[in-house]
């Protein structure tokens, strides 16, 4: 196979492929002799342009060649991205090939109630359900942008429009600030249907069991719900759940030690205000006067306007506690160096260590980093012995690779204790960081030893792709 360009997918162990699906792809690729790079008609960030006018203008300067057709696009509709992994198929993209088909819901969805829940703001998707069926919407993009806002609009409407679709109930997001929420209120007032709120993780949790066919009814399970944020119930942010519970309810039993995001939105797309905040939580205010000058990391943030974040952290000004995992994965690779100013895409710095671990993965073995007993995951000992490692000029890549496995064993053993504490035999693991795949398998390989039996994402994405689904059944479970 010919060596792909050193742009595509760079810092990745995997790239992606398609087939061609309609003739004209045929038509074009009988005239080369090898493989294309293709992505989607739009400028990043922004739906896809669906006629020739529109994508000269919005494309131009952009495109170097044009290649026109007469067919009148309808309905936008993305490419899926689906993985085969250890566990079989996993979708982390929906959309073509996979919507609108329906998904069934398992047993006591079958009532006649039409329930609309719009999932969240992030890979957006909305899910229309009733009579035992969902449909859930093709990926729509992220609602920070006003054109994708219209553009999901236009799908929704469509959707409703094919279905025939009136809802009796609408679910969002309980986060007060979400696009998603707000669009929600206002087609809740429009139409007079019944308007619920469901916590972010518990859509999550929700989700996975919907797509396992786990009964309306079922017991409770634990659920392991991983992910960059998503409004809590107290008002921080969450993102490293243990949660008890079902369809109609849940209850939290431990988490991720909450740390301060400085600089709110912006720690999401810059690792190193993830760094600087994780390392201060863990050791002090104090802890760059303990470490060696030299260190790249130590020298990056030295640079840094630490004394504006150490006030906002104080204060509680624009720093949001956090009990994220995203966030962790961020921090971890701001110190290995890693994206350490800013990502240019989402995930990407938790990517790239994984991709960088996973060829170390067979050799490398937890640290010694237990987490104190109490509902609260403290990280303490993990950044002890990962700095310990860096100061002994271990391999960025082994590093990489103890951190995952020091992760895999702290999430599993927390959460063998607390099945043994509640009766509980299945864990259901969701919400976007378990797309890393060397961590879902070593979560996944753990649960089985102990006897417990593991529920992961495959026909629904993990992320907020699939927040909609576990939405509607909860909207549906409570209704009753």
């Given at each position: ?13 995997r790239l ?7 003739p ?64 079989g198929i ?8 996979f ?8 047993a ?12 969240g703001d ?9 009579d ?9 993009g ?38 998603s929420?707000?669009l ?21 949790l ?5 797509q396992?066919?786990?009964a309306?009814?079922?017991?409770p ?7 960059g944020?998503g409004?809590?119930?107290?008002g ?9 519970g ?12 909450p ?25 002090g ?6 470490l ?11 640079e ?9 952290i ?19 690779a ?26 170390f ?25 990962l ?34 504490e509640?009766g ?16 879902l398998?070593?979560?996944l ?14 026909s ?13 059944a ?7």
């Open positions: 196979m010919t060596a792909a360009a050193a742009g595509v997918a760079p810092e990745h162990e992606g492929f398609m087939l061609p699906f309609t004209l792809h045929h038509l074009l690729l009988r005239a080369l002799d090898g493989p294309v790079v293709m992505t989607s008609g739009n400028r990043s960030g922004e739906p896809q342009c669906t006629d020739n006018d529109e994508a000269r203008q919005e494309l131009a300067g952009i495109a170097d060649f044009w290649l026109m057709h007469d067919r009148e696009i309808v309905n936008r509709l993305d490419d899926s991205v689906v993985r085969c992994d250890g566990h996993s979708v982390l993209r929906r959309a073509r090939g919507a609108p088909e329906p998904l069934a819901l398992p006591g969805f079958d009532g006649p109630v039409r329930a609309l829940a719009v999932g992030l890979k957006a998707a909305f899910c229309l359900a009733g035992g069926k969902a449909l859930l919407s093709q990926h729509l992220d609602l920070d942008e006003l054109k994708n806002q219209d553009a999901w609009g236009q799908a929704l409407g469509l959707y409703r429009s094919l279905f025939d679709t009136k809802p009796d109930l609408i679910v969002a997001d309980r986060h007060p600030g979400y696009r929420t707000r929600a209120m206002e087609l809740a007032r429009e139409t007079a249907a019944r308007f619920v709120q469901v916590q972010h993780h518990h859509a999550h929700a989700s996975c069991l919907a396992h066919g786990r309306i009814d079922a017991p399970v634990l659920g392991i719900i991983l992910d944020l409004y809590g119930d107290d921080t942010i969450w993102g490293g759940e243990f949660l008890l079902g369809y109609r309810g849940f209850r939290r039993l431990a988490s991720f030690e740390v301060a995001m400085p600089g709110g939105d912006k720690a999401s797309v810059e690792p190193w205000r993830n760094a600087y905040a994780h390392l201060r939580a863990a050791f205010p104090d802890f760059l006067t303990k060696p000058a030299d260190r790249p990391f130590v020298r990056a943030l030295a840094k306007p630490l004394g504006v974040l150490d006030r906002m104080e204060r509680g000004v624009n720093a949001p506690l956090a009990s994220s995992a995203g966030r962790l994965f961020d921090a971890c701001a110190v290995l160096g890693i994206c350490f100013k800013r990502q240019s895409y989402e995930g990407q710095a938790g990517m790239e260590m994984e991709a960088l671990a996973s060829p993965m067979d050799a490398a073995k937890a640290w010694p980093a237990t987490s104190p007993k109490g509902p609260a995951i403290s990280w303490k000992g993990l950044w002890e012995a700095l310990r490692d860096q100061a002994s000029d271990v391999e960025t890549g082994l590093i990489a690779a103890r951190f995952h496995r020091t992760l895999i064993e702290i999430i599993s053993r927390r959460a063998i204790g607390l099945t043994k509640n509980v035999g299945t864990v259901a693991l969701s919400g976007g960081a378990f797309q890393n795949w060397l961590l398998k070593g979560v390989a753990e649960l089985t030893v102990a006897g417990l039996e593991g529920l992961a994402h495959a629904v994405p993990a992320n907020d792709g699939g927040l909609a689904l576990g939405q509607a909860i909207g549906l479970a409570l209704w009753h």
